[in-house]
């Protein structure tokens, strides 16, 4: 049976709805109340959704991996450094480590990543990052408008709008992201070379075969799953964390009937209330799309396929890369200090 966390096959659920108990997990993060959100077996990589107790401290020497907040209520601090909600915090692995410590208590995503790829110190360094201070990046070279970012992992490199490159550093990209109201991107797209994990933090997205993203909502892109259409009535903030750089651009899929599901949604979503999370297979829309012959001949064509890999070409970043071949290379690095 499929799991919510797994990282090798696309997922949809609504961290909100997720129990809390205390947590089996490494470092500072042991015995705190909180729940599972994804983590990669090979890798020993984690997403935690915490809640962390007011007074609480805690200090890591950082050795065994590295691990990143982003506070959603209250606050936390990094060596004294304070930060709240809508601030992200990082402590690289081998950078020293440092203390945690929260005066009123918070809740906070946590993403704890062993030898995660990474450049070297004074580049990677432990920062308090406040995302109102940060300018917004466009997330499509070259466009105006659309979908935009603040750079979180740092550094955070953008490719160049008229030539192949990739989004993120070596270990991936954690991005705090807008999409602007009325969106509607048509295309199906892939990302070959890494998983995706998509997190809203407040607004709407509605994603084609995955279903109505409100408030907490997350989806899980395996890498070689294509996704999309997506389209956002009211805009949306959402947090984006990858495993590996992605390439750009997107290798596109054209999708049927894009335009009229798109629009279904957008005449009749609401205004009155915050959006629901609600699975494709639950959304009135899911059943329209079924009762689609256009749809249906499309699904059963070779470009219809769910997943990538069978694309013939040898050009980046269109070439497939191959289901969990990320997760591999990533579960294949070890990280040491000089004294060890």
Not at 196 to 219: K, T
């Amino acid at each position: 049976m499929k799991q919510h966390w797994q990282r090798d096959e696309p997922t949809f659920y609504n961290f909100l709805a997720l129990e809390r108990n205390p947590l089996d997990a490494p470092d500072i993060l042991a015995g705190l109340s909180g729940a599972l959100m994804s983590t990669d077996p090979k890798s020993d990589a984690f997403t935690y959704v915490l809640n962390l107790p007011a007074g609480f401290t805690g200090r890591t020497d950082a050795n065994l991996a590295s691990l990143e907040f982003f506070v959603l209520s209250g606050d936390l601090a990094l060596n004294g450094e304070q930060a709240g909600a809508g601030c992200y915090l990082h402590l690289p692995q081998l950078g020293g480590g440092g203390e945690i410590t929260s005066r009123a208590g918070a809740t906070a995503l946590a993403f704890w990543n062993p030898n995660l790829p990474s450049y070297a110190y004074p580049v990677t360094r432990n920062r308090v990052i406040k995302t109102w201070e940060k300018p917004w990046t466009p997330s499509i070279p070259g466009a105006c408008g659309g979908v935009m970012h603040k750079s979180l992992r740092l550094p955070d490199p953008v490719p160049h709008p008229n030539d192949e490159g990739f989004d993120g550093g070596p270990g991936g990209y954690i991005r705090f992201q807008y999409i602007e109201p009325n969106m509607i991107a048509r295309d199906e797209h892939v990302h070959h070379e890494c998983w995706e994990e998509i997190i809203v933090l407040q607004g709407d997205v509605f994603l084609i075969n995955e279903g109505q993203m409100g408030i907490g909502s997350v989806v899980g892109h395996p890498q070689e799953w294509y996704h999309a259409p997506f389209v956002s009535r009211s805009g949306a903030l959402i947090m984006v964390h990858t495993d590996g750089p992605m390439g750009f651009p997107w290798p596109p899929r054209e999708y049927p009937e894009a335009d009229k599901l798109c629009a279904c949604y957008l005449e009749t979503a609401t205004f009155e209330t915050p959006t629901e999370h609600i699975p494709w297979d639950e959304h009135p829309i899911s059943a329209m799309q079924e009762a689609s012959s256009e749809y249906q001949a499309w699904r059963k064509s070779p470009e219809g396929q769910k997943w990538g890999g069978y694309e013939d070409t040898t050009e980046v970043p269109a070439l497939p890369g191959g289901r969990g071949t990320q997760s591999e290379y990533r579960a294949s690095w070890r990280r040491q200090s000089n004294s060890d």
